[in-house]
């Protein structure tokens, strides 16, 4: 790779195509659950940013746990989903909202 294609003053790549190492590497990482900044450190030529629009694409979302497990959304907000009573059978349920007023068991009968 030519000097052209580096950022004359840090020399991290900037334009071009991730090689199929770097997303590998990525994802390893990603997965383990190390941090952006950590990432930047282990590929040097590319930024934080960078690593952040990757990560997006291939499927890893926000700074809040991304693929750690048992830091995502979804479970934490189980949590505190409140349990209102089913309007056919009358057991109560974890409900997603108002919208939500019918449990598993009879949805799937009705």
Do not use: Q
Not at 43 to 56: E, F, H, N, Q, V
Not at 88 to 94: H, Q, V
């Amino acid at each position: 790779m030519s000097d052209a294609e580096c950022c004359p003053t840090c020399g991290r790549l900037y334009g071009h195509a991730w090689t199929a190492e770097e997303i590998a590497t990525l994802r390893r990482l990603k997965i383990a659950g190390v941090l952006r900044a950590e990432i930047a450190k282990t590929l040097p030529r590319r930024t934080p940013d960078a690593i952040k629009r990757m990560a997006r694409k291939l499927g890893f979302r926000g700074g809040h746990g991304g693929a750690r497990p048992g830091a995502g959304g979804y479970h934490r907000k189980l949590k505190t989903m409140p349990k209102r009573p089913c309007m056919a059978c009358g057991k109560p349920f974890i409900s997603a909202g108002p919208h939500n007023r019918l449990c598993d068991e009879c949805r799937e009968a009705a």
